[in-house]
DNA sequence: CGCCAGCTTGAACGAGGTCAACGGGAGTGG
DNA sequence: CCACTCCCGTTGACCTCGTTCAAGCTGGCG
């Protein structure tokens, strides 16, 4: 749970298609794509307000945007695994990722969801303590780790930022442990919606009409459940009146009151 | 989770009484209680090395030292209240604590324990996300917020530290995670047993002799498990000869190999 | 001595896991 | 266009691990 910085995005584009880049086979491009000598492309990012980099001033900006690269990713791609040597920060420009660790035996949890305008990598160490994979495409702005940190201690404001950002990551993921430590089947599935839906509220889409990236097999990992599990419950809240399954990936709150009953247990 | 910066400590006083304080009924008491002019106290803190501070220079310290006050809690007393208005940050000098959060029907989940050299607070939010009780007689070194948070604008390398204290903190509440989302009761517990002797080997004590402050309530409460399962799982590991109980408090580790095993799953 | 809090142990129960089957949509190939 | 496969979600039947409920047991403390 690095995120919760300002999670956002979800909307299938939008800016990004507007920037008219060439996505160049999903590989790097240089500075978001921007027209050749633009002077300071970071300033035009549409993740900007909502993301770390809000922190920087111009020139810092100037100086973030001409070692940045934009990469893409697909869905069920990879964009580092734990213990990966952590090379990099990134921000998530559209789309999203889980973040998960494994055991032995392939029992997985997902520690966290990745939105546009979240932030990546906050680990200050140098391993990477979680695999990030893409639920669906995902953009991303990836910064390397010497430059990034180097405006880290140079920028008093980013680095406030940044202990904001890590400060939200362990309440929430305090949170998540209450969740997984104490609360039932259902509770957790309507505290998990919950949690979707004020996301979405904080970036001005609908808190009610849900858009949701990720498989029943995910919720049930990031819930500490079964996928059965997360069916059967899924169904019991549909049966029940409380939520609406319009079309695939889409989750809509019929009763909001009922739900926060649910999830306060 | 804030803690695992440097945990350490659980020696019952050591250089606290050293110290030749007067405890002063509990309460507050000026700059560590060190004799009056002492031009320097911070610097001769005996948890500086491995507290935050450790980031500071002799001026910033004089600075804290002008502004900081130590206090003491007894055994179940809590620090703060979850909702709390969040305004001063400390660091445990002596003793443990643990933190909480609970539900309206009094299910508890413990978010973390920490021990000497700790920092607690890391919070830069308004608001506690957790109640902090001790589960000991406790020393606390006490900054007031506004102080701190202008010597970590000013200080690089204080800025740098909270950030990988953060980060400790996220990767562990990440490790939580995987524990009370997918580890059984055997697991779990062996999982804990092997922390607390990860932290007493980081302070230089016996990794194998474990000093256990808490009560198998908080045990079970921090590992999402019922006292009576607690109990029972103890005896089993005690049982298979994998630990040993000696005297009240102390845990030992007969056979570390198998506990490993066991945390492995 | 009696009381109380913390720990342990036993017996029965149940929430969620496991195993298995099935259905539907997307992609592929004939 | 259909046949086939694969993946995901759903549903049912059964089982298990941990919970719940209920005693006891121990040690500290008035």
Redesign the pocket.
């Known amino acids: 749970m690095y995120e919760t910085g300002s999670v956002a995005g979800l909307s299938k584009s939008a800016g990004w298609s507007a920037m008219k880049m060439v996505s160049d086979a999903g590989m790097e491009v240089r500075s978001g794509g921007s027209a050749v000598g633009d002077p300071n492309p970071c300033a035009d990012c549409d993740v900007r307000s909502r993301a770390v980099c809000a922190a920087l001033d111009n020139s810092e900006l100037a100086e973030l945007a001409s070692v940045n690269r934009h990469r893409s990713l697909e869905s069920g791609e990879c964009l580092f695994f734990e213990g990966d040597p952590n090379e990099a920060y990134y921000v998530v420009l559209d789309g999203s990722l889980k973040l998960y660790k494994l055991l032995a035996d392939g029992r997985r949890q997902v520690t966290g969801f990745l939105f546009k305008g979240d932030f990546l990598g906050l680990t200050f160490a140098d391993e990477h303590s979680v695999t990030a994979e893409a639920l669906e495409g995902v953009k991303l702005c990836q910064m390397p780790r010497s430059t990034f940190e180097m405006l880290v201690g140079d920028s008093h404001s980013l680095g406030r930022k940044l202990l904001q950002v890590a400060n939200r990551g362990i309440a929430s993921a305090q949170e998540q442990m209450l969740l997984l430590g104490r609360k ?3 509770e957790r599935l309507a505290s998990f919606l919950l949690w979707l839906s004020a996301r979405a509220e904080d970036r001005g889409d609908s808190p009610s009409k849900l858009y949701v990236p990720m ?3 995910d919720m ?1 990992d990031y819930l ?9 419950t ?2 019991k809240l549909k049966t029940s009146g409380v939520i609406h ?1 319009a079309d ?1 990936g889409i989750i809509e709150i019929s009763d909001l009151d009922r739900l926060e009953d649910i999830a306060a247990g």
Chains 1, 2 share one sequence.
């Open positions: 039932t089947a259902q498989s029943r097999t049930g500490g459940l079964t996928v059965e599990t997360v069916s059967r899924v169904t399954l695939k």
